[in-house]
């Protein structure tokens, strides 16, 4: 049975203090038996003022970004391999912000997504169509091109694919749970012709406890990757219990 998971992509918001008392939110509100399908992506600054305020939790923790090498002369970047030994379970790769502001490309995602796997790091690889592409019909094509080339040589079976539309993205847009349903039965197909569609599949974009119940209740929609409501403990809180409450195959 593929895996339910949610995950918190903080972007570049909470230092270390902020970080802490969130930690302190949330385990009142969380039950236990929920923690160990939910991941957390601070600022890679904030990776261990996190780890130790989750210490005591299945929580884990990720990192938002790396590069394809372990060690060397790159100044700025963030080593795959020392995230593994900080703790960290997850990276993730490809995100539209990463896409669209800083020159990713799906040929350097699947350079960082095979390092991360070398390095034990399960790749939580972004893929989406922004609004033009979705307008001009491209969004299949899209799809198919960044899961093709991005996913290039790499292990299916150590990978989460969080389906980003990018028009969704901080706009307070919202795809409809049909809209998702559509994209992420496409991309689970896509997978199942390179040969492994058991691949947690989460969609992000404008999600907040209101949608999360409907998008959930679809059949290819395995759990999601949360902005700006994974911000405040109580909201990203009630978003996990929508979903981890109901196993996916009840959906199916
Ligand atoms: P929002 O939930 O703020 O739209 O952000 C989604 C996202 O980019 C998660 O990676």
Redesign the pocket.
């Known amino acids: 049975m593929r895996q339910r998971i949610i ?1 918190a ?1 903080w ?1 570049m918001y909470k230092n270390p203090q902020e970080t802490r008392s969130f930690c302190e939110s949330l385990r009142k509100l969380l039950p236990i038996h929920m923690e160990k399908n939910i991941f957390i ?1 601070p600022q890679s600054i904030c990776i261990e003022t996190l780890k130790v305020a989750l210490a005591s939790t299945n929580i884990k923790v990720g990192a938002q970004n790396c590069y394809f090498e372990n060690e060397g002369a790159f100044t700025g970047e963030v080593s795959p391999q020392t995230l593994f030994h900080m703790g960290c379970s997850s990276v ?1 790769v490809g ?3 990463r896409r669209q502001l800083f020159g990713e490309t799906n040929e350097s995602c699947q350079k960082k997504i095979l390092k991360a796997q070398e390095n034990k790091l399960i790749p939580m690889y ?1 893929v989406g169509e922004t609004l033009e592409e979705r307008k001009s019909n491209k969004t299949f094509e899209v799809l198919e091109t960044q899961i093709q080339e991005g996913l290039k040589d790499a292990d299916l079976k150590k990978l989460i694919i ?1 389906y ?1 539309p990018v028009w ?5 847009e ?1 795809a409809t749970p049909d809209i998702a349903q559509e994209a992420h039965e496409f991309i689970r197909n896509t997978l199942k012709r390179l040969g492994n569609d058991d691949v947690a599949l989460l969609y ?5 406890p209101e949608n999360a119940g409907l998008l959930a209740a679809k059949a290819d929609i395995d759990g999601f ?6 911000l405040k403990a109580d909201s990203f809180s009630e978003i996990c219990k929508t979903n981890l409450t109901r196993p996916v195959d009840a959906a199916r």
């Open positions: 995950a992509n972007k992506f993730l995100h539209s912000e972004c969080a980003e969704a993205i901080g706009t307070g919202v992000g974009g404008s999600v907040k990757l949360v902005g700006g409501a994974s």
